[in-house]
DNA sequence: TAGATTGTTAATCGATTAACAATC
DNA sequence: TAGATTGTTAATCGATTAACAATC
């Protein structure tokens, strides 16, 4: 039932069952179980079909989930059955290899925007979408009314670029630079660092 | 106690209070208390206190925690208190963006070597190394004896180069391709996948 | 000494797993 | 019907928080 809170740690587990469950439609499959579907995320079955239950009853006893219904589903409940228009602010390599990026159409997000400071960047092409001089940032996200950016600018302009961010309307913010950014409360904020990421396996090295 | 299994979590946890404390480093501070740790990585100064008890006592009653002390032990223990040279696989965008991030060298980490099957990126350079023949990448990284590899090619070719990683002997591999890869137990592996992210967040949205 | 803060124990909270009746 | 698998409850496990003696 969905009055309830869904801990934070579920939510972040659907998106790795849609991908499963989108990769078993390529290969042809049509239904699956909670064992199969948790040995290919590496999660029991119980705490998949415990998960799944948070949002309704989605399988059938005996036969198990119907792949295309429990993908719409999820899809659903992600709010990712429409596509948003994400903006990207900075054009160096990783705003062009974000603006380039092939998974984001097919998973329910659309480069609408770009920006950038350098005047020599301003007026290209990246990906599908023309950068703009980072000046009118506020007012075209404001009048796409884009909820989503990501921040590819160095680490030093990134607080100044999120707070432009939030006054346009930004909701959620998906950040490259390596700097924890100041948001307020009801702004969601995802960090991408690579060298954190590497950090975390060397222990075990 | 070092004798014992560290949680992962915890381990998890290691480079945001690292981050913070470099940061305060930056800042002029000398030390710090559980509690301000607390305040900037958004984790409860109890829980704190009793991450970093798991390694040592490291602190001082009364006083607190001194950065340099903390940070250099923090290393100790992430096993970055060396540099470790990395492999990027795959010339694009992506690699591009790894290859000139400003964000490694001073954080334990050194692009030594780059791949590339393409001919035209072959023998050119990004960041500071020569994209090598891909087809010599096994050879190299066994040689170099390079354990951490980060691959940024097609989520087609990510399986086949994950494999050639293993035998060339990489133990950590940091995967910004779009797609779950089969290692063997004892090598780790990391996703980085923007669009996931995204999804995360737009369940809030 | 008085104040501050650690390291650690015990209490609480939350998440995972096991088990099974319901039922396809 | 017999076999399989869900959704859910109860039991277990692990992580977080609260509290406080130790001590700088």
Redesign the interface.
């Known amino acids: 039932m969905t009055n309830k809170k869904i801990p934070d740690i579920i939510?972040?587990r659907?998106?790795?069952y849609?991908?499963?469950l989108e990769?078993m439609t390529t290969e042809g499959a049509i239904v699956t179980s909670s064992k199969e579907l948790g040995e290919?995320?590496g999660i029991s079955a119980a705490q998949i079909r415990k998960d799944i239950s948070q949002f309704g009853e989605f399988g059938k006893q005996g036969t198990g989930y119907n792949i295309d219904f429990l993908s719409k589903k999820l899809r659903e409940?992600?709010?990712?059955d429409r596509v948003?228009d994400?903006a990207i602010i900075g054009a160096?390599?990783?705003g062009?290899?974000?603006a380039?990026?092939q998974?984001?159409l097919d998973?329910?997000?659309r480069v609408a925007l770009a920006f950038d400071i350098d005047p020599e960047k301003i007026g290209t092409k990246i990906g599908d979408v023309v950068v703009e001089d980072i000046s009118k940032m506020v007012v075209s996200i404001n009048d796409a009314d884009v909820?989503?950016a990501?921040i590819a600018v160095p680490?030093d302009n990134a607080q100044d670029v999120a707070e432009k961010l939030v006054k346009a309307g930004v909701?959620?913010i998906?950040n490259y630079a390596?700097i924890?950014i100041n948001v307020p409360e009801d702004v969601?904020v995802?960090y991408?660092?690579?060298?954190?990421?590497?950090?975390?396996?060397?222990?075990?090295?």
């Open positions: 939510i972040g659907l998106p790795l849609l991908r499963a990769r290919w995320v409940i992600m709010n990712i948003w994400v160096g390599d990783i062009h290899g974000l380039r990026y998974g984001f998973r329910g997000f909820k989503i990501m680490a909701k959620a998906l390596t924890i969601r995802q991408i660092d690579p060298a954190t990421h590497l950090q975390w396996m060397t222990y075990y090295l």
